[in-house]
């Protein structure tokens, strides 16, 4: 069973709310990622990160934010949600230093912008 | 740009039978091309993975075949099970990234 947790599981908020998806790993890992997935599968990288106060833009533009303050908390902000931002957001995180290997999902958040 | 093209999307197999998956990318620098299971309601979790040194490797039932030259891989699932129905998506990743397939829904039926 991978170490690695999001919350809230499910999450309903009205536009213009402000939210943050919570990501939290305890084995240690280095890199962290926050996926996108549509409601049909494709999973879009949105933000990775490769260690403390490192943070990256993936590949799908997004309009959140994350930070990287410490190594096991990898939390994603949306300032003002839309209805365009419903979508479920997985966060996964791998070790290995420059060796690429396993990552590890949590069970996502299913977010729905009302 | 899809860096990592994954077919089919959809693909219905007898139990007992064959499941091929195809993928294919385009940046040479991807060093490691793991396939994930999803199933519903559960985040990914890694099946099988290859690095691009060798040519196949086989866990169980599970076998990726990769084609360096190509730059395509593959996941084989033999005598499929009912069990084996998920979302099954390739990745490839650099030091920098895991980019994932477009992702291939897989039914066994009985």
């Known amino acids: 069973e991978a170490d690695i947790y999001q919350t809230p599981r499910y999450l309903v908020i009205g536009t213009g709310k402000k939210i943050t998806l919570e990501c939290s790993q305890t084995m240690g890992h280095d890199k962290m990622y926050w996926y996108q997935q549509d409601p049909g599968m494709e999973l879009h990288l949105i933000h990775y990160?490769?260690?403390?106060?490192?943070?990256e833009k993936g590949d799908l533009s997004s309009e959140s934010t994350v930070s990287r303050i410490r190594t096991e908390h990898f939390p994603l902000t949306l300032e003002s949600a839309r209805p365009s931002h419903t979508s479920q957001y997985l966060c996964?995180?791998?070790?290995?230093?420059?060796?690429?290997?396993?990552?590890?999902f949590g069970q996502g958040t299913r977010l729905t912008v009302v | 740009q899809q860096q990592v093209k994954q077919s089919p999307q959809s693909l219905i197999v007898q139990k007992g039978g064959i499941s091929i998956i195809n993928c294919a990318y385009e940046?040479?620098?991807?060093?490691?091309f793991p396939w994930y299971q999803q199933f519903p309601g559960k985040g990914p979790a890694l099946l099988i993975a290859i690095r691009p040194d060798v040519s196949e490797k086989k866990e169980g039932r599970f076998t990726i075949s990769f084609n360096k030259s190509a730059k395509q891989f593959s996941l084989h699932i033999m005598d499929s099970q009912p069990g084996d129905s998920a979302t099954y998506f390739c990745?490839?990743?650099?030091?920098?990234?895991?980019?994932f397939g477009t992702g291939t829904r897989l039914q066994v039926f009985p």
């Open positions: 996964a995180s791998s070790g290995g230093g420059t060796l690429n290997t396993e990552a590890f």
């Open positions: 990745a490839a990743s650099n030091p920098d990234k895991l980019i």
């Open positions: 990160s490769y260690g403390v106060n490192s943070t």
């Open positions: 940046n040479t620098a991807f060093d490691y």
